[in-house]
């Protein structure tokens, strides 16, 4: 019913990609092959997409109420309303996303529903779903309650409930917030951050694998490299200031190389590709590192947000300003293709297909480009 092997978690910044990894490679040339104007599925549809995720040959576009579902061909298959700003999982075979009333659907891609209103524990209003991993006979999912307009103390819980189960067989939960929930690739360790706090938490059971402390005052944002470290962006103290770094970390705390940043962007964590390589946006530039140094950087073109893309040939996918650009792996620009000049706005990367083909999600239009 629901086969996930492929997909990697969190899943906000493209379905099969890993911290905006694609495991295949491009030859695309930047032609632009086809566009969707959302006008044309529906008049009154205000969508603002933070994501695209690829599977089986379909492209589901999430915004942050919506969730629509198309062939790689551009071919709208149907719509649905989604809750909140909560994830989306596409499977090979069905997609599984959470109904605005917080109950849990898997619905498969000609629109079938095969688990309908299944109950979600401790999801309610403000609450925030960090990750959800769904299976054919359970879910893993890590959920945060913000307090609300009353500002009621925080909670969290993080556990894994079958199916057929009313209450799940573990859960690890208390006071406080989630900063980051991360998932290890074998599926069965998680990584949770809460300030400084890292532990390491066994799916099957939940019990902790392992803790260390962060040497940093704050944690921006967070990310997996391909070997399973954790990258960091965040500030510490240093002179009497805060200053932007980002930091490389082993599961045991082992800091392995740390780089110091100009303005840093918030939006992405940072991007991992192949041999070690690691994409920081920052003052106007992209940059990348590899072992904490410098090996090439280039311009961006606008102060809006940059999203990027890695790809498995180490070429790296920029969508700045309206433009879609490729690098290759000495920062060489391969093509650079106007998509939008109307002030269309983008908040996703670029995601690929099996073929190598790259689909984006403006403010208006959905894109594809070979």
């Not at 899943?11 to 930047?30: I, K, L």
């Not at 997409?49 to 599977?55: A, E, L, M, N």
């Not at 040959?57 to 915004?63: Q, W």
């Amino acid at each position: 019913m629901f086969d996930t092997d492929g997909v990697s978690y969190p899943v906000r910044f493209a379905n099969y990609q890993r911290n905006s990894f694609v495991p295949v490679e491009t030859r695309s040339a930047g032609r632009l092959v086809w566009s969707r104007n959302y006008f044309e599925i529906d008049e009154t549809l205000l969508l603002i997409p933070v994501s695209v995720q690829i599977s089986n040959g379909f492209l589901g576009v999430r915004s942050t109420n919506d969730l629509l579902i198309f062939t790689c061909g551009g071919e709208f298959k149907y719509g649905i309303e989604i809750g909140e700003n909560q994830p989306v999982v596409l499977g090979k075979q069905a997609i599984a996303y959470t109904k605005p009333s917080y109950q849990l659907e898997y619905r498969d891609y000609d629109g079938e529903l095969i688990l309908e209103s299944k109950g979600f524990p401790a999801l309610k209003d403000y609450c925030r779903l960090h990750l959800l991993k769904p299976s054919q006979n359970d879910f893993l999912a890590a959920v945060e309650f913000s307090g609300g307009p009353d500002r009621l103390p925080g909670e969290y819980d993080i556990f894994k409930l079958g199916l057929e189960e009313s209450l799940p067989p573990w859960s690890f939960c208390g006071e406080g917030a989630l900063d980051h929930v991360l998932l290890h690739k074998d599926g069965r360790t998680l990584i949770v951050i809460q300030g400084a706090d890292v532990t390491l938490l066994n799916t099957e059971d939940g019990k902790e694998n392992g803790s260390f402390r962060i040497e940093m005052d704050k944690i921006i944002s967070a990310s997996l490299d391909l070997e399973n470290n954790l990258v960091l962006v965040g500030e510490e103290s240093v002179g009497g200031s805060y200053a932007p770094f980002l930091k490389v970390m082993t599961l045991t705390g082992e800091l392995k190389w740390s780089y110091k940043l100009l303005q840093p962007q918030s939006k992405q964590p940072p991007v991992c590709g192949n041999g070690s390589r690691v994409y920081a946006v920052g003052a106007m530039k992209v940059i990348c590192l590899v072992e904490g140094e410098e090996i090439w950087s280039f311009r961006l073109r606008s102060e809006q947000p940059a999203w990027l893309t890695a790809t498995a040939d180490n070429k790296l996918i920029c969508l700045n300003g309206g433009f879609l650009s490729a690098y290759d792996d000495r920062g060489e620009l391969i093509f650079d293709t106007a998509l939008a000049s109307d002030g269309e706005t983008f908040d996703a990367p670029a995601a690929l297909d099996l073929n190598g083909r790259l689909y984006v999600a403006g403010g208006e239009r959905l894109y594809c480009v070979e």
